[in-house]
């Protein structure tokens, strides 16, 4: 499914930057680890995999890091996107997880600027909700799944299922922000 969607993107936009961040459902092992995190992860093995079907495609380019955050420049403006699970969780159901995605970002910003690598945007999803906040520095992605068995069991608000589209301007970064609704219905989807 992969392939052929980047395929898409490349023949309609010319030129693709995939970047792959693994995430805490593609670990190897129950408990997460900090050493070898993303060589032992399925999700950077997947990456690898469709990173080799283009490998002779120069139009298709791939950032897969080895370590816990993917980063990268568009239009000058600097992102340091992972996963969010590593976020330690003190949000409620009332809020969300805004408060723990903040801190999380906020804590990640002063650790990259004294590893000299500052940032403008954090990409995050592990908390599968969508928050516009680019103008805090956070884009909280949603989750093409929705809303789920574990999302009711935390009493969380049913959020239809959705991921973050931002347009970067190199004036001004992100200008625009906007969800894109995923169609859940099998029938008119056809499968």
Known sequence: HLVPGIAQFAQEFGKVLVVSE?????RRVRKPEA?????ENADTLIARLVAKHFASD????????????????????????EHGHAYRSSGSPEIGSIGTMMRGMLR????????GKPFHYSPVGHFH???PLASKGLLG????KGYD????SMHL????AQQTFALVSPEHGISLQAPVLVQQDRAIEGW
Do not use: C, L, W
């Open 149 to 152: 068995e574990f999302a009711r």
């Open 22 to 26: 693994p995430g805490n459902h593609g």
């Open 35 to 39: 050493k070898n995190y993303t060589a």
């Open 129 to 131: 909700q969508y928050m």
């Open 108 to 115: 990640k910003q002063s650790q990259k600027a004294s590893e």
């Open 157 to 160: 608000k049913p959020e239809q």
């Open 141 to 144: 992605n949603g989750s093409v």
């Open 58 to 81: 120069k139009t298709i380019t791939f950032n897969i890091p080895d370590t816990d955050d993917a980063e990268f420049t568009i239009y000058g403006h600097r992102f340091a996107a």
